[in-house]
Nanobody, 124 residues
Framework: QVQLVESGGGLVQAGDSLRVSCVVS????????LGWFRQAPGKEREFVAAISLNAGNTYYADSVKGRFTISRDNAKKTVYLQMNSLKPDDTAVYFCGFRPFPRVTMSDADYGYWGQGTRVTVSS
């Protein structure tokens, strides 16, 4: 059984930075993929970024490209999402999703395991 635990959310002002983390347990880490998704109030969950945990290939939504960076520490089984130049539109609950395959996708339907989410609020 895979367990994901997100942390690091909080309340920040526009232009600030924040780093959220996702710790993975219960499954081989390196031959898998992990994605960050977010869900704002009244909206559907949307793709933010993803990383293949063996090759380290990264993918980003256009809305965060250049501002957010996804990275991983295989020894700690942790994936990070560094968020810079935050905007009020980035306000959402951020979820990490895990799939036990090296290829990542931008569809949340392809991720079978999810954490509980961490809330990020960006004030203007």
């Amino acid at each position: 059984q895979v367990q994901l635990v997100e942390s690091g959310g909080g309340l920040v002002q526009a232009g600030d930075s924040l780093r959220v983390s996702c710790v993975v347990s219960g499954r081989t880490f390196s031959s898998s993929g992990l994605g960050w998704f977010r869900q704002a109030p009244g909206k559907e969950r949307e793709f933010v970024a993803a990383i293949s945990l063996n090759a380290g290939n990264t993918y980003y939504a256009d809305s965060v490209k250049g501002r957010f960076t996804i990275s991983r520490d295989n020894a700690k089984k942790t994936v990070y999402l560094q968020m810079n130049s935050l905007k009020p539109d980035d306000t959402a609950v951020y979820f990490c999703g895990f799939r036990p395959f090296p290829r990542v996708t931008m569809s949340d339907a392809d991720y079978g395991y999810w954490g509980q989410g961490t809330r990020v609020t960006v004030s203007s």
